[in-house]
């Protein structure tokens, strides 16, 4: 009962509300001291791809930036998710939905072992990306960069949204279409 609830507080923890920048991926930050267990640098991670046709080239891109890592190597595979974007062991399942009007544009979770990350879910929520304010390519971009970012252990830089954009997609703003 007590590892069902640390895990609770930790899903619940990281739940992450988002609405953040595109383009450049540089991030330096931790999200704690959580992060994927590895052997060598770079180590590769799957991006389980259940999302649908409009959100492919969104992934791709995702998949593409954060591979400039020296660290790590993120590749697209097929979608293991089953049902509402259920966690995969070693992975991270990339799924879209309309999951209604609940305040956030995209969601992270994770689950852990101690400090390392076992399994990963990133949901981009459509009821949101179905309206003309957020059905655009600058904030597709952001949403699932930051979503991704935070299941790979990262957390935001900075969470003004009116500030000058710091050139990541783990800063918050109003306007994503600043970055590049």
């Not at 988002?18 to 001291?33: D, I, N, T």
């Not at 590749?75 to 089953?82: C, E």
């Not at 655009?136 to 991704?148: G, S």
Request: glycine share 8%.
């Amino acid at each position: 009962m007590l590892r069902l609830l640390k895990r609770f507080a930790i899903l619940s923890l990281f739940a992450v509300l988002v609405l953040f920048v595109p383009s450049s991926v540089f991030a330096s930050h931790s999200w704690g001291s959580y992060h994927w267990a590895r052997m060598s640098n770079p180590f590769t991670l799957t991006l389980g791809d259940n999302v649908s046709s409009g959100w492919d080239q969104f992934l791709a891109t995702t998949a593409s930036d954060w591979s400039i890592s020296t660290v790590l190597d993120t590749v697209v595979g097929a979608g293991r998710a089953k049902g509402n974007c259920r966690p995969t062991k070693g992975r991270v399942e990339v799924c879209n939905k309309t999951y209604g009007n609940n305040g956030w544009l995209g969601l992270a979770q994770i689950w852990v072992s101690g400090s390392h990350i076992t399994q990963a879910t990133t949901k981009v929520n459509d009821t949101y990306f179905n309206t003309a304010t957020y059905n655009t390519p600058a904030w597709r971009n952001l949403v699932m960069c930051q979503e991704v970012g935070h299941t790979l252990g990262l957390d935001h830089q900075d969470e003004a949204f009116d500030n000058a954009n710091l050139g990541t997609c783990m800063d918050y703003t109003s306007d994503p279409s600043t970055i590049r």
